[in-house]
């Protein structure tokens, strides 16, 4: 080995000798232990800590926090107040016992009411669910409509596994308010219209068959079948939603629940129950009421506006916008 190569080896040894021991240049001046082991347990503390503390609280803020707070801290959004609760039940008075009565009352239909029934009568959009009579179209639309009824009882699991007395009783009284309301309304507004179903315009049934049907045959406006389904629909999608604010399965909640909802329509119209315009009445009307029973029964936050029952004299509802606290 040349002396000019061993030369240029040990100078390269005493250039990071003494740069690691602290110098700014080669052949600077050491420092002494204590000084150097200070300062590489500072280095060691300023650049190597920060970073897995970083991930810690990164990983606990994106993932388990989130969750934890919404399962433990999370308060029933919903309670029941006895002064709405008292106008609803009167609401339900006044609706069960005139529709019961209206029902009753509505005449059997003779031959020569379904004889002079014309179709050029019909408005466009109705006139695709006359000479229409499905049997099993008529059995199939029960089914959608009762999954989608019951399923609002699976609200109650939770707080009764929890054994939340409050919140059982809660979306219990709401749901038979919704329901009661919903199927009250449907048959006194199906006893005041005697509308005729559509297919009483075909030739599917026979007169005999067709006066058999008696006055169910003149009960078509509104769909009382839709209007359950998405009364039942709109109710669990919008008390779901309150109740598990950050849950991913809202939108499959709503999707699953509108699109039984909707099959329920469908199906009434096929089998020749309905027209068009029966269902979209139902569908709105149910809808209506399946959402606005549950925001009645919120809890409500400083800022909100909402619908509120007095009795003074007579019943009525009020408009409140609370701005106790608001941010302006």
Known sequence: MSPKYIIFLVSIFIFYSTASAGGTAPFSHRLPRPLLRERMTSFIKVEEAPFPSRLHGHLQRETAMPFKQEVETQPFPYRLQWQQDVVLSHALLWLAIPSHYLRNAQPQPAMHSIQRLQK??????????????????????????????????????????????????????????AMQI???????VKSLTHRPRPYLYGSRLTME????????????????????????????STVYEKIYPQSPYKRYVYGLSLMLATSTGLLRISGGKHFPT????????????????????????????RLSPYIHDHFGLSVIIDLKNAQC
């Open 120 to 177: 050029n009568k019909v408005n466009g959009l109705d006139r695709i669910a006359i000479d229409r009579y499905d049997a099993n179209a008529i059995r199939l639309s029960n089914l959608p409509r009762d999954v989608v009824c019951y399923a609002p009882l699976a609200l109650m699991v939770p707080p009764l596994v929890k054994k939340q007395w409050s919140a059982v009783l809660t979306i219990t009284v709401m749901y038979m308010e």
């Open 182 to 188: 919903n199927k009250s309304l449907a048959s006194c």
């Open 278 to 305: 029966d269902v979209l009445a139902g569908a709105c009307m149910g809808g209506l009421i399946g959402y606005a029973i549950p925001r009645l029964h919120e809890i409500k936050v400083a800022g909100s506006v």
């Open 209 to 236: 068959e067709k006066l058999a049907r008696g006055r169910e045959g003149f009960r078509s406006f509104y769909s009382g079948h839709t209007s359950d389904a998405f009364c039942s629909a709109l109710f669990l």
